[in-house]
């Protein structure tokens, strides 16, 4: 009778569906807390390659008393963010014969990146008329490079944040009264007036990068001593400048190794320098300290060799620049500015507490007294001098996420950094923030954990003019 059931199940074919996509979730969500190393490692790794669709599930194990179960799903939650950081968000160019101001800010919406026109005094430039269509959907530096050569615009790499937030906190950008949400720490400014940048480029997923200029500089030993080279001899330093810019909504933390792979002139002689340039902080000079900064741009030094004989350009410089970068969490805890005051609201392992908000001079800057409480580890930080003790992949030193003030809508419409303020968990500070003309009324604050990681950033150029 067996048999009879084995064959007959055989010629009918019966149909084992596979599991929903949810159970499969589960099923690893469950193999987390299992005794074999093996087996929480395997599943770990299925629940990162899923990736997204995973989210819930694991900040659901955020809460869990098991002390391992939420370690791990705080580890497998940072895999998922620190590979999103990477990635470029697509967006789709359909553009045709719409005025220039709205491309840049369809662009700024779809990107959910900051990008300014900055037309100076030509409000004209503003209603000119422009056709932007890709077949596909494009990264945002390759939507900005369609649009600087279309408009003849210039990225302006050296207009920090500062003076474009603060025209727009009075409502004034190119004499337009005009304010849109703020969807990132630094915005990206186009220069209408300066025409097209030549300065040679590359682009490789998040970042855009520029050679500023080739730096040699010679000099001839006049005296000697021990230990040092001997009279009459030459020294030289050569070396590429390369601005580095991310996408509006990741910040470079650190520099790491700056590797050549491939350089050499048209006469086809290596440019690589003997010793590679050591690790470098995000300004450009040596060591291991994370900044934040208020400019868009970072600065990295490209060591090469100068030859004797030397040829009139570069043919190739390639080779890859290690980078931290820090992004935000998606999730954040919320709490009203204008109700429920002094009561805790939590989010997953965040407590924040608003107590009192109050007008400033001038008028239009708020300050909001609040208490915050985050992960074992984050709170640590101390003036950027701190260690991190958390079990997952935690932010740098002295980056402390990000405080967002929020219209009724959800809508961003300030966004401070929080690591200047020194926010210390469970002691009360005092958070500067805006209220912009031409803004609906800021009624709530977020605060967005930071989230980073460490990635591998290619760089090619050709045909650049030996100095």
Known sequence: MMVSWF???ACVGIYFPDPTPDAQIQT???QLSKPRLSQRTAAADALIKIGDPARPALLRLLDSTNLEQRSTAARVLDRIEGRELTEPKLITLDFRNRPLKEVVDAIADRAEAGLILQIGNDPKRNDEPITLVAEEKVSFWDAVERLEKLAKLQIDPNNG?????NAMIMGNINGNRRWRPSYSPRDIVLNAQTGMNNSPRCRSGRFEMLISN??????RILGASDGHPPHGSLTSKFEARMHVLPEPNITIGRVGEVKVTEAFDDRKQSLIADVQAPEQNANGTTGFAYAMRSSNLTDVSVALRYPDQPGRVIRVLRGEIELNIIGSKREGVTASLISAFNTPVFQNDLSLTVHEVKAAVPGRTKLVDI????PEGLSQ???GMGSLHRTANS?????QGWLLFLDAKGRCVDRVAATP???????RRTIQFNQPVGADPIVAMQYLSPTWTTVRVPFEFRDITMP
């Open 214 to 219: 080739l730096h040699l500089q010679r000099d």
């Open 7 to 9: 064959l007959l199940s």
């Open 161 to 165: 944040n500062n003076f474009n937030r």
């Open 421 to 427: 303020f020194n926010m210390v968990d469970s002691q």
């Open 395 to 399: 932010a740098p030193p002295g980056v």
């Open 371 to 374: 208490t915050l409480v985050r």
């Open 28 to 30: 690893h969500i469950d």
């Open 381 to 383: 930080v101390n003036n």
